[in-house]
């Protein structure tokens, strides 16, 4: 079970100061590049290699719509790509595909930078179980199994029994309730405008299907978290941390 920080002067701050620039460029300089563009058709390439003044001006634009609270339109749509999942006997089933969204740049660096933002708290506060080992740094599944393995040899040497439990949450990210999500992040203690941005984020998110160049029409997307967003891992953690 989390447990909120208590709340300081410096903790809300932390949440509501503005974007600077050394977090855009660190954000810039985690881009993967070769990867396909976004709705924005706009290639990671470009944004590495735009330049001090660009980078200014990209500062300058993502602090008004941090004031604002409020994303684009634009930043909230995705195209949807299918990616086969290995193993598969056969890929007539949609179950055999794995959806990945393409979403816009500037969308991307200002989720890392907020993502930067939050893992900072989160971590500092020891707000998620040590033992949650997905999608952490420092963390692996190997850590996982050792736990798993010692425990399992603790109880032979002490003559008991030992139970395991293991769970596979199918279609995980697409069954997030995001208004859940949002009381749970304001427990958390992960308010003021960060909080807005990622209510923003969630709301009204659109998407349309990818086929060879082709799409299919526009539809609204009510649930879930987007496949493929740089915060996604980080909202699903905080999501199942009290389960």
Not at 48 to 68: C, S, Y
Not at 139 to 154: C, E, F, K, P
Not at 196 to 220: H, K, P, V, Y
Request: hydrophobic letters at 40%; glycine letters at 6%; one cysteine or more.
């Amino acid at each position: 079970m989390y447990q909120a920080a208590n709340e300081t002067d410096q903790h809300r701050e932390g949440f509501d100061r503005e974007i600077d620039k050394d977090e855009v460029e660190a954000a810039i300089y985690r881009l993967r590049t070769g990867t396909a563009p976004g709705p924005d058709q706009q290639f990671a390439e470009f944004y590495k290699h735009a330049g001090d003044k660009f980078t200014e001006a990209l500062v300058t634009m993502m602090n008004i719509i941090w004031q604002k609270g409020e994303l684009p339109t634009e930043w909230k749509m995705a195209d949807v790509k299918f990616l086969r999942k290995p193993g598969k006997t056969s890929y007539y089933s949609s179950s055999s595909y794995r959806p990945i969204s393409l979403t816009c740049i500037i969308c991307k660096l200002m989720e890392r930078v907020i993502l930067e933002r939050i893992v900072a708290y989160i971590e500092g506060h020891r707000l998620i179980d040590l033992t949650q080992e997905g999608f952490r740094k420092n963390h692996s599944t190997t850590n996982a199994l050792l736990r798993l393995v010692q425990t399992i040899a603790d109880g032979f040497n002490e003559d008991e029994s030992t139970l395991a439990w293991l769970v596979d949450l199918e279609k995980a990210y697409d069954s997030i309730w995001r208004e859940g999500l949002m009381i749970k992040l304001h427990k958390l203690g992960i308010k003021g405008k960060t909080w807005l941005w990622i209510n923003s984020f969630l709301t009204n998110r659109t998407a349309r299907c990818m086929l060879n160049n082709f799409f299919g029409e526009q539809f609204d997307t009510k649930i879930g978290l987007p496949q493929g967003s740089v915060l996604s891992p980080t909202l699903f953690n905080i999501f199942i941390a009290d389960i």
